[in-house]
Structure formats: structure tokens, C-alpha cells
């Protein structure tokens, strides 16, 4: 059994029927020996893009969210105090403060994360993306 992180791109085209996700990755993350986890970053973010104007949403993040989750069976991942404190030793690869904040949730948790972004796959942390 593996436990896996979604980036936050991925968990929306997982919601939108996966057409951008490998039938690989797709494999892997409906396969229900795993673990799949999405992150209270991803909320963070969702919403304050949401609120910004630069997202828009069918019902508010509030209530469409924990929905998706439920219905994909994903767990929520809370953002804890040790994974902010992993941000303290991240060489500086990435700008995207809520991309270094999985990151620091995945080494925390010891998770892979699901990600195609080429600059998070340069950390020293386990990433899956075909």
C-alpha cells in the first residue's frame, strides 16, 4: 500500500474525469489499496484564487470541495506545524508558496505527490507523474 498527495491541478482534473492524467496515474490512484490525500494547502489555494476572481466554481469552495473529496474518497490532509517547519530546509527551487507547502506536507507524511510540475519533481521528495 502507498499513500499519495494530489497536487492541486491534478485533484481538479481527477474532479473533471481525469482526461489530463495518465491512465497509468489513473490506475494507480483509484486503486483502493492506496491512500489518497487532498491537502487543506490545495483549499487554502482554491479559495483564495476562488475569492480573487482568478477561479471560478460551480458552488462555493466551501461546499463543493469537501463534496468532490467525499465523492472520490480522498481524505483531507490538515496542514500541521512539521510539514510548515520542512519549508526551513527547501533549497529555493520553486517561488509557488503553496507548491513548497505539499512539498513540505509530503516529506512530513512521507507521501508521494502527484504532480507534473518539473520543479517540484526536482526536490528530494517522492513524486509520481507518467
Aim: aromatic residues 10%; contains cysteine; glycine residues 4%.
Amino acid at each position: 500500500m502507498a499513500a499519495y498527495l494530489l497536487d492541486t491541478c491534478v485533484a481538479f482534473w481527477y474532479f473533471d474525469g481525469g482526461l489530463r492524467i495518465s491512465q497509468e496515474v489513473l490506475g494507480i490512484l483509484r486503486d483502493p489499496i492506496h491512500d489518497v490525500y487532498f491537502s487543506d494547502v490545495s483549499v487554502l489555494e482554491i479559495v483564495i484564487k476562488h475569492r480573487l476572481g482568478r477561479l471560478r466554481l460551480p458552488q462555493p469552495p466551501s461546499r463543493l470541495l469537501p463534496s468532490l473529496a467525499r465523492k472520490h474518497e480522498f481524505e483531507i490532509l490538515p496542514l500541521i506545524t512539521a510539514a510548515i517547519f520542512r519549508l526551513e530546509t527547501l533549497p529555493s527551487l520553486h517561488r509557488d508558496p503553496f507548491d513548497r507547502l505539499l512539498i513540505g506536507q509530503a516529506l512530513a507524511h512521507h507521501l508521494t505527490l502527484v504532480t507534473p510540475d518539473p520543479l517540484i519533481r526536482q526536490y528530494r521528495v517522492a513524486t509520481l507523474w507518467a
